[in-house]
T-cell receptor, first 115, second 112 residues
Framework: GAVVSQHPSRVICKSGTSVKIECRSL??????MFWYRQFPKQSLMLMAT?????????EQGVEKDKFLINHASLTLSTLTVTSAHPEDSSFYIC???????????FGPGTRLLVL | SQQGEEDPQALSIQEGENATMNCSYK?????LQWYRQNSGRGLVHLIL?????REKHSGRLRVTLDTSKKSSSLLITASRAADTASYFC????????????FGTGTRLQVTL
């Protein structure tokens, strides 16, 4: 149980376009989801915490107008990278918190390449 | 930054040997977790150890926690080629599971 999916798994886009990444909890309801970014051979850095039905909480240094997060249901959170630039190229990973548990369940990640 | 440090950054061993990875962190914690990440993939949760625990086992995994030194170790016994991955420790930054701070990771290579 506790499976989290992400779509797409890989995306290549031109500079200036917007990209939407979906994160779904497949077999449980997640009131809280998290979005991380990981650069090659580096650790995961938390970008924002997404709570269903409310505005996301962004970490210091993360532009909320550039990384739009929507958590419209208990099983879906989306991250939209607006006006993407090459420096936004990274591996984006989401995770979901199963209510009452202490463990985050991670999606398989989305690799974004901005040309 | 509250990010923890892990050492070694990279570890190469032969199949059958034991692998030990260490993690140090900076703040008080509620628990510490270890995750594995295969190249280009998501994270898989391995084990959680609470701040009032000193040692925990799960299969071939053994985790220790020393809160006085703010450090933890992950031991993988009788390693296999399939254990090749990056291993990260993660601590809850504010006493809940709502925010995890990840260590820098150890890249483990297990060769036949």
């Amino acid at each position: 149980g506790a499976v989290v999916s992400q779509h797409p798994s890989r995306v290549i886009c031109k500079s200036g376009t917007s990209v939407k990444i979906e994160c779904r909890s497949l077999d449980f309801q997640a009131t809280t989801m998290f979005w991380y970014r990981q650069f090659p051979k580096q650790s995961l850095m938390l970008m924002a915490t997404s709570n269903e039905g409310s505005k996301a909480t962004y970490e210091q240094g993360v532009e909320k107008d550039k990384f739009l997060i929507n958590h419209a249901s208990l099983t879906l959170s989306t991250l939209t990278v607006t006006s993407a630039h090459p420096e936004d190229s990274s591996f984006y990973i989401c995770s979901a918190l199963l209510g009452g548990r202490e463990t985050q369940y991670f999606g398989p990640g989305t690799r974004l390449l901005v040309l | 930054s509250q990010q923890g440090e892990e050492d070694p950054q990279a570890l190469s061993i032969q199949e059958g040997e034991n692998a030990t990875m260490n993690c140090s962190y900076k703040t008080s914690i509620n628990n510490l977790q270890w995750y594995r990440q295969n190249s280009g993939r998501g994270l898989v949760h391995l084990i959680l150890i609470r701040s009032n625990e000193r040692e925990k086992h799960s299969g071939r995994l053994r985790v220790t926690l020393d809160t006085s030194k703010k450090s933890s170790s992950l031991l993988i016994t009788a390693s296999r080629a399939a254990d090749t991955a990056s291993y990260f420790c993660a601590t809850d930054a504010d006493g809940t599971a709502s925010k995890l701070t990840f260590g820098t990771g150890t890249r483990l290579q297990v060769t036949l």
